[in-house]
């Protein structure tokens, strides 16, 4: 290996990864196989070995639970509050006890470093432990009238059943992020992985079993995303969807649920932008950088994809950074001395090689990275090495698209004013980062910029009590604190006549 590439390692031996693993659909308290029979093999992206089987439902099997889910509804939504928040809370506990073993079960189907599955899911426990509380809290009130004779009443009541639809890069999360509050509010729901990562979310919907929801109230429906999820969007049973996706896929959702103009979340792509100002310190941007280019290998809604640097400090950020992205380890997620781990399948690597090589035909510079690490070892698997690319300008794809890779590009800016200009010329609108020492100019700098989420001097925009969505066409609605609950209800105005 070259003195100059990335250290990069993996054991000879998987740990765990035995091919037992087995995921079965959950159709109104029970687990079943497909109407059809199907299943689908889940592989460990890092070795291209058998991690488990999947049960690979059909528009049936999704029918089925959207109308356990349905018969469901009346029963959970009349539920006392204190009720279901007290089962949300014992569903939270049981992720938390068995945290180590559903970490294992993500990172052989996803691929990202066990501590970074670790923390995925106790993220998870905690929002379902925060929605059981906010969910004690939907209260009601008298709104002010323009006659004495009447009252106005306006009640928040559950929407219905909720269809929550959630990507491969952070199955766990994302699922928690639509179940918790739907569960809270009083809603039922069907949940759908994506196929490629259902063997997580098996084990955490059957947290919510053992906690004790009632049967029908949550349901796991497996299978690809144009018939399960086509079928969750477009049933009139379902009255809300709440999908993480891509842009392409929310476009299509759109279009889905207006046939029944359904209530909509949709988290879909971003093409984020980290602006470091003059006055930047580069100690604390460089690893802050590196970290929100490459955690789970880039395959990040929040991702850094565009480094907008003053000229400055150009340099000095460029040979910072790419010394430091060297020295990242590679390798297979169960390895503890492992920090990133593979690419999760075939289609996002040719992604990632196609715009770095797009970038290179534009004039772009590889300053660390750009190759499959060298080694039999990682043949086998997705691997990629994180990757900077110097000299970039804005025609080039890795500026206007989502790379969802290990790829960041730098390009030069003048002033204040273009430094916003450059990160808003995107129709993307998810999160945006600024870094300078200079706090006043941050914010304002933060206020003109179109984005759901904006991080001063910090390299994530999650928070469990603050909204996180994107604006453009990076989304519609907002998951997390009080908002993610909202999108779960529906007002009702009861007006009063008085004698
Ligand atoms: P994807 O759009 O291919 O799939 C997401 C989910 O939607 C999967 O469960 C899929 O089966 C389902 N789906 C696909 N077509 C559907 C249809 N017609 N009807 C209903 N469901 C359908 O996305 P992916 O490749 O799994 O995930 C990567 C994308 O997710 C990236 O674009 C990323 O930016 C985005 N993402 C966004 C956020 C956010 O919060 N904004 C967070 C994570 C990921």
Redesign the pocket.
């Known amino acids: 290996m070259a003195a100059d590439r990335p250290a990069v390692t993996a054991p000879e031996r998987l740990p765990g990864a035995d091919g037992s693993e087995h995921a079965r659909l959950f159709v109104g308290g029970e687990w079943r196989d497909a109407a059809s029979g199907r299943t689908v093999e889940i592989r460990d992206p890092a070795t291209g070995e058998l991690v488990g089987r999947a049960a690979l439902g059909n528009r049936d099997d999704a029918r089925s639970a959207l109308e356990a889910a349905q018969a469901a509804f009346p029963g959970w939504a009349a539920a006392p509050a204190d009720e279901r928040a007290a089962i949300l809370h014992r569903a939270a506990a049981l992720v938390r006890d068995r945290i180590e073993a559903i970490a294992r079960v993500l990172t052989l189907e996803q691929g990202k470093p066990l501590p970074d599955a670790r923390k995925e899911i106790a993220f998870a426990a905690d929002v379902v432990d925060y929605y059981a509380e906010e969910g004690r809290r939907i209260g009601g009130e008298w709104r002010p009238t323009a006659s004495t004779a009447v009252r106005s009443l306006v009640l928040r009541q559950p929407v219905g059943v909720v269809a929550a ?6 199955p766990i999360d ?1 699922l928690s992020w639509k179940l918790a509050p739907a569960l809270a509010a009083g809603c039922t729901a069907v949940a ?4 490629g990562t259902p063997l997580a979310t098996a084990r955490v919907i059957e947290c919510f079993e053992q906690a004790g929801v009632p049967a029908g109230a949550v349901n796991l429906a497996i299978g ?3 018939e ?3 079928e ?2 477009t049933n009139p049973i379902s009255r809300a969807v709440k ?8 476009r ?2 759109m279009r ?1 649920a207006a046939r029944h103009i359904k209530r909509l979340t949709l ?4 093409q984020t932008p980290l602006i470091i100002l003059d006055d930047a310190d580069l100690d604390r941007v460089v690893p802050a950088a590196v970290r929100r280019s490459y955690s789970n290998m880039g ?4 991702a850094v994809n565009r480094v907008l640097v003053a000229g400055s400090i150009e340099r000095d950020f460029v040979d910072a950074f790419a010394e430091r992205a060297r020295g990242l380890r590679i390798g297979h997620g169960l390895d503890p001395e492992v920090e990133y781990g593979p690419l999760f399948n075939e289609a996002t690597r040719a992604r990632t090689v196609g715009h770095i090589e797009d970038a290179l035909a534009r004039g772009g510079r590889v300053a660390t990275g750009g190759r499959v690490p060298p080694g039999a070892t990682y043949e086998r698997g997705w691997f990629y090495e994180p990757t900077l690319l110097a000299d970039a300008s804005p025609e080039m794809l890795v500026m206007r698209e ?1 790379t ?1 890779g290990p790829v960041a590009a730098v390009t030069r800016i003048r002033s204040d004013d273009d430094a916003v200009a450059l990160a808003n010329a995107t129709p993307y609108g ?1 999160a945006a980062y600024v870094f300078g020492s200079d706090l006043e100019r941050c914010l304002r700098i933060a206020e003109r910029l179109e984005a759901g989420g904006v991080g001063i001097n910090v390299n994530d925009v999650t928070e469990l009590q603050a909204p ?3 604006w453009k066409e ?2 519609i609605g907002r ?1 997390l604190g009080p908002e993610g609950l909202m999108a779960c209800l529906e007002p009702k105005h009861i007006r009063i006549g008085l004698t």
């Open positions: 639809i959630v990507p491969w890069n952070y994302l759908k992985p994506a196929t690809p995303g144009h399960v999820g086509d969750l969007v999908i993480t996706g891509s842009t392409e896929t929310g299509r959702v889905l988290e879909l792509g971003g395959q990040i809604c929040i989502e969802f998810l996180f969505g994107g990076s989304g998951e």
